[in-house]
């Protein structure tokens, strides 16, 4: 890491910190994965702006709302605001915030909004690379079991005679979200590290099936 990245780092996890809230899925552990992610895109695309990816990694979740949360959608705008007054403060260079605060607007499933940078398109994969896997399938667990979600239906889990719906069955998130994300990558390398996930997902979709109690 060269001199700039590991001068600002320090900086940049304390802004996350003190903006962190309880939610252990968007804690500064998930912002430290999500760099690492970032950090593997970026050895495919070493002309991207490092500092401003890194950036973007630590502060897109300074405004986190929950998932059911009415205005979920504007967050990623309420933190690349807020991200850019800090960093500005902070002594970020200025000719980079709006790469920045574009990397962070533009990050958010529910935002649906295109990035139209590189460094956008990084942070976006390294993000959403987060949300598959095994630690994908433990983050969302947690947020269902926050937001009171059922495990699965008792006797359909897999939709088979059913419309999905995650706000009710956490396993069926899978295939309304998750399943989805690899599709969405903007990289070569997030949409084979997003692949490579999903399937690591899938499998345990199928293990859980088999294991779970059909209804009497």
């Known amino acids: 890491m060269d001199i700039t990245l590991s001068s600002w780092q320090p900086r940049l996890v304390a802004l996350a910190i003190a903006a962190a809230g309880d939610d252990g899925a968007h804690d500064i552990n998930h912002l430290h994965r999500v760099w ?6 970026l050895e495919q695309h070493p002309e991207a702006d490092h500092l401003v990816v890194m950036a973007a990694c630590y502060l ?6 929950p998932k059911n949360h009415p205005e979920r959608h504007l967050a990623s705008r309420q933190a690349a605001v807020l991200a ?7 002594g970020f260079p200025p ?11 533009t990050h958010s499933f529910s935002a649906a909004l295109q990035p139209t940078t590189l460094e956008a398109r990084i942070v976006q994969d390294a993000d959403r690379l987060d949300a598959l896997g095994a630690v994908g399938l433990a983050r969302m667990f947690y947020i269902a079991g926050r937001m009171g979600t ?9 939709a088979a005679n059913r419309e999905r719906n995650d706000k009710i069955y956490s396993l069926d998130h899978i295939e309304v979200k998750l399943a989805t994300l690899p599709g969405t ?12 996930r999903l399937q690591e997902l899938l499998a345990f979709r199928d293990s859980f099936v088999a294991e779970w109690a059909v209804a009497a």
């Open 185 to 196: 990558m903007q990289t070569a390398a997030g949409r084979a590290l997003g692949e490579q």
């Open 150 to 158: 059922a495990l699965a239906h008792p006797d359909d889990p897999l």
């Open 60 to 65: 897109h979740d300074l405004v986190n709302l």
């Open 36 to 41: 690492r992610n970032a950090r593997l895109l």
């Open 95 to 105: 000719g980079r915030l709006d790469a920045v605060a574009h990397a962070i607007e």
């Open 84 to 90: 850019r007054a800090q960093l500005a403060e902070a």
